[in-house]
């Protein structure tokens, strides 16, 4: 990868895949299609899945590996365009008009168009990724878009359908490049279906074992190898279960690291039963493993790793 | 590389067989597909999967169907690694359908579509409301269960013509309102400016207001029977009135027939229901229905949700299991009305276990065995 400019885009599945890896984010072929796919056609990027399977994380790992600048856009009800958007500096402008009537200078077609001027325009997510940047296009991440409620989403759907934007008093606002767009959903509620047809669609699930161990590996190289295995088996054995929230790679990733932290060297019952709450977020959840339970998973996963040897 | 002409037509063939097969795809997505698979390039066949798929599925619940027409489209003829472009011969109809029946069959939004929407007739209500006031006061207090065909169509039309209570919370967007306690600036200045700039007419605005969506899990097992029928069409004006209600049936399994009472026309929407739900008249899981939906919708429909649980609650089993899925769906609830048909004996005692495990984790329980009982469950909607 090196041999490139930073910022080309990948070339083919493969090299997405490699670029990726080269981040330490371990995508499977699937992924790396649908990423390569929105790259070469310029479309956004629609991610799908549980909490915690590393949907942000792929616009993160974008912008660094393609030297992009990452404009982020949290989404929250009540969103609006004045803070998704742009906003004007009202209280620079009040202060432009005071000095202006001050001087003596009332040209009220003048003083229109200083007030409404980049000056006092203060740029939101949105137009940010709009406008030219010297770096090539950013990467722009509206991230958890079923948080934010169905007026925004219309409103995000025409930015997104031709990358541009009208400002009553400055004019259109137009991206010569198309930013790199990933909108990420934890599927609180369905996104409506127009929206989703602009973008390409894709659900990422829970990795198998071993790419979920790759994954761990490649972020934590300091937990031991023995208990890298240990962690993902038993967490992989977990998802089997009747869990209201299974845990994701994120509660794979936290727990290994708080198994570190520890100074464990392996997984033993007493152990997963005082840190279960980093893997388990729902008091339900936790209280139906009991001590049973736990030796049952182990021997599930230690078995696992057995056959897999 | 450019894709052979060949492929081309291939892909089309294979979108519209998806299609065919239940998926939403516009005229566009063939298009966009070839490009993909051009973008692409032909490498191997997973890859060509993976393609397709990234451009094609929208939906998590397509994943099935796309492999199982995937599969059938694209088999291969010659064992070998046979380039693609060679399955020109291989005819795309055949399989196509048959993933399309197996579509139509199990998902729930293509049954009932315009062939089946005829016009509602709006004169036949106005007509139908005009009855004298004694034969309206008789009608409204009788059960469900002893109508008579005819008499459950009048229903029908009387549950259309419910006021539905605007009940609404304040959501977090901040729409104009000439009182309310925020200065809107950007308002303020354009205005402002638009008059000269000499005068300063502070605008307002404040936190609008908005529905919170209702759940509604409806009971179809034997005992309900009688209900679960009027109460489907009670849903279907409900839905219509107001959107965002999610709709879940149970029996002895939970079936999510949201899709299918959106259809306008409500005849077309009830076929589509009973179509979808295989359980109808059968016996009741209460529990394990309610576990289904705690772990695969609460948290998708569940936001802020006012859930309308319609059931006799009569089970036999678990007492244990289902006071933890109630507690559950509890917890994740704006609030919980439970709708009880056996409220409509005076003197009812809440003696089966089921029904003792289920209420302590109610907000509310009602009658829901005649139309005053459903026009004071409007009402009550009203304060949620």
Known sequence: ????????????????????????????????????????????????????????????VLAAALNRRLVRLQCYEGLDVASALYEWNYAAQMIAIRIAEAEGAADRERLSADVFSDKFLVKRPLLEALSPDAAGPPVLLVDELDRADEAFEAFLLEVLADFQVTIPELGTVRAAVPPIVVVTSNRTREI????????????????????????????LPQVPENLARATVAFVQALRKEDLFKSPGVAETLDWASALLELGAKSLDAALVGDTLGVVLKYQDDIGRLD??????????????????E | MNAAPAVAENIIAFARALRAAGLKLGPGSAVDA?????????????????????????????????????????????????????????????????????RVQEALEDVGRPSMRRPRREEDLTYDMRGTAS???????????QMSAAEI???????????????????????????????????????????????????????????????????????????????LHFLHALTEARGRVATFLFGTRLTNVTRALACRDPDAALAAC???????????WISSSLHAFNKHWSRRVLTGAVVLLITDGLEREGGETLAREMDR??????????????????????????????????????PVHNLESLEGLCAALAKA
């Open chain 1, 1 to 60: 990868m090196n041999s490139k400019p930073p910022n080309a885009l990948p070339a083919s599945i493969d090299e997405t895949l490699a670029l990726l890896a080269a981040h330490d984010y371990v995508a499977d072929r699937a992924l790396a299609t649908v990423v390569f796919l929105a790259l070469r056609m310029q479309r956004p990027l629609f991610l799908e899945g549980e909490a915690g399977v590393g949907k942000t994380e792929i616009a993160k």
């Open chain 1, 192 to 219: 409506h279906d127009a929206l989703k047809r602009r973008c390409l669609y894709h659900w990422i699930d829970y990795p198998a074992f071993a790419r979920e161990l790759a994954i761990l590996q490649a972020r």
């Open chain 1, 291 to 308: 001590r049973g339970k736990i030796d049952k998973l182990l021997a599930e996963s230690r078995a696992q790793l057995k056959a897999a």
């Open chain 2, 34 to 102: 070839v490009a993909a698979v051009e973008t692409a390039g032909f490498t191997t066949r997973e890859d060509f999967y993976w393609t397709l798929h990234a451009v094609l599925v929208k939906r998590h619940e397509d994943d099935p169907v796309f492999d199982t027409a995937f599969r059938l489209f694209w088999r291969r003829r010659d064992p070998n690694e046979a380039i693609l472009a060679e399955m020109l011969p291989l005819a795309p109809v055949a399989p196509a359908e048959k993933a399309g029946q197996r």
């Open chain 2, 135 to 145: 034969d309206l006061e008789v009608f409204a207090k009788k059960d469900f269960a």
């Open chain 2, 153 to 231: 169509s009048e229903a029908r039309r009387r549950i259309a013509a419910l006021p539905f209570a605007r009940e609404e919370i304040f959501s977090r967007r901040l729409v104009s309102d000439p009182r309310g306690r925020r200065i809107d600036l950007r308002r303020t200045l354009r205005a402002s400016l638009r008059a000269g700039g000499d005068l300063i007419d502070l605008k307002r605005r404040a936190p609008g207001r908005r529905r919170p969506p209702l759940v509604a899990l409806l009971d179809i097992s034997g005992s309900m029977s009688d209900y679960s029928r009027v109460v």
């Open chain 2, 274 to 284: 009973s179509v979808a739900a295989k359980d109808w008249s059968g016996g009741t």
């Open chain 2, 329 to 366: 769906l509890h917890k994740s609830a704006r609030r919980l009305y439970w709708l009880n048909p056996l409220l409509r004996y005076e003197g009812f005692e809440p003696k089966a276990r089921g029904i003792r495990a289920m209420l302590p984790h109610v907000d509310e329980m009602r």
